[in-house]
Nanobody, 123 residues
Framework: QVQPVESGGGLVQAGGSLRLSCAASGRTFSSLTMGWFRQAPGKERWFVAAINWRGTTDYADSVKGRFTISRDNAKSTVYLQMNNLKPEDTAVYYC?????????????????WGQGTQVTVSS
């Protein structure tokens, strides 16, 4: 079992930055693929970014150049640095863990999910 726990959400003005953290307790963190997804009110959950054990990353087109995903295996933590935030980035952000080794944007591939953290970007 893996239990992801997100933190770092909050309210920020457009153009500002936030860093989300996700601590994943349980099985060997370093072997997991970790992903971030987001869900705005009334919308589906969408892929944001993912990173695998080798450090290979993938991003949604809407966040490329603004968001950076990274991991610290010693701390069993994955981060999402979000810069130049826009009102359309407002959503609940979820951290997820995949026992596979391939970076994937498909939420169905992820086995464990956190409870989410709210990010609100004001205009």
């Amino acid at each position: 079992q893996v239990q992801p726990v997100e933190s770092g959400g909050g309210l920020v003005q457009a153009g500002g930055s936030l860093r989300l953290s996700c601590a994943a307790s349980g099985r060997t963190f370093s072997s997991l693929t970790m992903g971030w997804f987001r869900q705005a009110p009334g919308k589906e959950r969408w892929f944001v970014a993912a990173i695998n054990w080798r450090g290979t990353t993938d991003y949604a087109d809407s966040v490329k150049g603004r968001f950076t995903i990274s991991r610290d295996n010693a701390k069993s933590t994955v981060y999402l640095q979000m810069n130049n935030l826009k009102p359309e980035d407002t959503a609940v952000y979820y951290c997820a863990a995949d026992q596979g080794t391939v970076v994937t944007p498909d939420s169905r591939d992820y086995d464990y999910w956190g409870q989410g953290t709210q990010v609100t970007v004001s205009s």
